[in-house]
């Protein structure tokens, strides 16, 4: 079954840190790379940051230095570690993932249901 399942959404004064999780099914972890995009209310989905089959990230300018994306290959989990969040951070982040680097970007084909990220200033 094709699973993504993300937790750890919650509201933050500005300048703290959440963590988010997405667990992933295996067949998916195993064979797709994976990524964090977010949606603000009124703005365009935007990709946070990905993550290939070897473990190479990549971010958006906008989270560069303050995000890490990582992996627990033994969880199946994907993490995305958000520190110095600022209000402009403040959307619904979703995981999701692709079997093709380019779709990945574009529009991956399978996504999780989102959490909610709120930074308050």
């Known amino acids: 079954q094709v699973q993504l399942v993300e937790s750890g959404g919650g509201s933050v004064e500005a300048g703290g840190s959440l963590r988010l999780s997405c667990t992933v099914s295996?067949?998916?972890?195993?064979?797709?790379?994976m990524a964090w995009f977010r949606q603000a209310p009124g703005k365009e989905r935007e990709v946070v940051g990905s993550?290939?089959?070897?473990?190479?990230?990549a971010y958006a300018d906008s989270v560069k230095g303050r995000f890490t994306i990582s992996k627990d290959n033994a969880k199946h989990t994907l993490y995305l570690q958000m520190d110095m969040l600022k209000p402009e951070d403040t959307a619904m982040y979703y995981c999701?993932?692709?079997?093709?680097?380019?779709?990945?970007?574009?529009?991956?084909?399978?996504w999780g249901q989102g959490t909610q990220v709120t930074v308050s200033s």
């Open positions: 999701a993932a692709d079997h093709n680097f380019r779709h990945l970007v574009a529009g991956p084909e399978y």
């Open positions: 295996t067949l998916i972890y195993n064979n797709c790379y």
């Open positions: 993550i290939d089959l070897d473990g190479n990230v």
